[in-house]
Each structure stands twice: as C-alpha cells, then as structure tokens.
Nanobody, 119 residues
C-alpha cells in the first residue's frame, strides 16, 4: 500500500500563488507516474497535472497550462504543484494520486486539500 498526504492548500486572492505538496509513504517503489486532480462542488473530478517517475515528462490540463508547474523529489517521496496566477475557477479540493506500476492506473489517492481563490 501507498499512503499520500497533501498539504499547502488555503485561501488566496485571485492572481496569487500557492504551492501544494504530496508526501508519499509505504511501498513507494511500486508507483510510477504521480498526478494532481481537483474536484469542485457539484462537478466531476478533473485531471490537473501529472509527472513521470523520472520527472522528465510532465502533462497539464489546458486550463492550467502556463500557470501551474508540477515537480517531484524522489529522495523525499514528495510531489509538488506550484500554482500561480490563480483564478476563482481554480477553487476546488486538490487530490494527489499515484499510478501503480502493476495496474497502470491511479490506484492510490490522498484525502485532498482545499484551495479557495477569492475574486
């Protein structure tokens, strides 16, 4: 099993920045790609960003491209999401996920951290 714990959420004004962290523990050798997703009230969960195990490949939703940056520090088993130029529509619970190397799917999820952007 892999445990994921997010931190860094909060309340910020539009145009501001936040940095989310996701600390992994347990069988971390069994995961590869890591990702961030978000879910706003009344909406479906949506993909935000992902990063390969090596960090050499990153993927972004069009809505955050150019504003958010995903990175990882494998020595610390931590993934980060730097969010700049935040907009009210970025308000959501942000969840970290880890892709199982065996299943090839996002098999492990954190509890989420709330991000609220005021206008």
């Amino acid at each position: 099993q892999v445990q994921l714990v997010e931190s860094g959420g909060g309340l910020v004004q539009a145009g501001g920045s936040l940095r989310l962290s996701c600390a992994a523990s347990g069988r971390t050798f069994s995961v590869g790609k890591m990702g961030w997703f978000r879910q706003a009230p009344g909406k479906e969960r949506e993909f935000v960003a992902a990063i390969s195990w090596s960090g050499s490949s990153t993927y972004y939703a069009d809505s955050v491209k150019g504003r958010f940056t995903i990175s990882r520090d494998n020595a610390k088993n931590t993934v980060y999401l730097q969010m700049n130029s935040l907009k009210p529509e970025d308000t959501a619970v942000y969840l970290c996920a880890a892709q199982s190397l065996v299943a090839g799917t996002y098999s492990y999820w954190g509890q989420g951290t709330q991000v609220t952007v005021s206008s």
